[in-house]
């Protein structure tokens, strides 16, 4: 198994805002920024085999301000991009609540975040399959570990929920808050294949607290 160290980005206007930012590429704000800043320096002197990061670019500078304490070259990766929320995408949830009420689509998103989708986006399962596997691939690069992963509220969440074995109906319970570390032990799985379990049915409300 190999040590990740899952850490969110800093802080964007758009989580001020409660907007969903999905893939849509919102950079840091000063308070994000001071964020990074600090928690790079208590990161200052650990040794750590590799940092990841995703290319969106709160992730990317968040990264970078690590990079420059721990003395590691950031290295991007796709998979590790927050959760594609389609048309949801730069709108609140109550917008969202207003100008999908009458799609059965969009209810079934709200009701079950795992299993479905935004108009246009992706689902938390799909969002779970990708990261797994860019953590299968980080972790065979750094056998013996520690390595760095920043990324995003709810594609770390389903990151976490895989490597606890918490169900992924219960994502939205594990959104970190900005530039928060978590820490799990990654083994891989070589995914597709064991191990991969749908979630059963879930009858959560949508989260206030907002991924991205």
Same mark, same amino acid.
């Given at each position: 198994?190999?040590? /990740? ?6 802080q964007?206007?758009?989580?001020l ?7 849509? !590429? ?6 994000? =920024?001071?964020?990074?800043?600090? /928690?790079?320096?208590? /990161? ?6 590799? =940092?990841?990061?995703? !290319?969106?670019q ?9 990079? %420059? +304490?721990?003395? $590691? #070259?950031?290295?991007?990766?796709? +998979? =590790? ?11 609140? $949830? !109550?917008?969202? +609540? ?5 799609? &059965?689509? %969009? ?8 299993e ?8 938390? *399962? ?11 691939d980080?972790?065979g690069?750094?056998?013996? @570990? ?9 594609? *770390? &969440?389903? *990151?976490y929920?895989? #490597?606890?074995?918490?169900? /992924? ?6 959104? #970190?808050?900005?530039?928060? &570390? ?6 891989? +799985? ?9 979630p @059963? ?9 907002? &991924?991205?």
């Amino acid at each position: 198994m190999t040590e /990740l160290w899952l850490i969110r980005h800093g802080q964007t206007d758009w989580n001020l805002e409660g907007r969903y930012q999905g893939q849509s !590429d919102v950079p840091l704000n000063a308070t994000g =920024l001071a964020q990074a800043e600090t /928690l790079a320096a208590t /990161l200052d002197g650990q040794s750590f085999a590799a =940092l990841y990061s995703s !290319d969106l670019q709160r992730a990317y500078q968040t990264a970078q301000i690590i990079a %420059a +304490r721990v003395g $590691l #070259a950031v290295q991007t990766d796709v +998979r =590790l991009r927050e959760i594609n929320q389609g048309e949801w995408q730069g709108r609140t $949830l !109550d917008e969202i +609540r207003t100008a999908y009420q009458e799609s &059965a689509q %969009a209810k079934r998103t709200l009701i079950d975040p795992a299993e479905a989708r935004a108009p246009g986006g992706e689902s938390v *399962l799909e969002v779970g399959l990708r990261m797994a596997q860019a953590a299968d691939d980080i972790a065979g690069a750094c056998p013996a @570990g520690p390595a760095l992963v920043v990324s995003h509220g709810l594609a *770390l &969440a389903a *990151l976490y929920c895989q #490597a606890k074995e918490i169900p /992924l109906r219960e994502v939205y319970a594990y959104i #970190a808050e900005n530039t928060q &570390a978590m820490v799990i032990e990654w083994r891989c +799985r070589h995914w597709p294949g064991a191990g991969w379990q749908v979630p @059963g049915p879930g009858t959560e409300k949508p989260s206030q607290r907002q &991924a991205g």
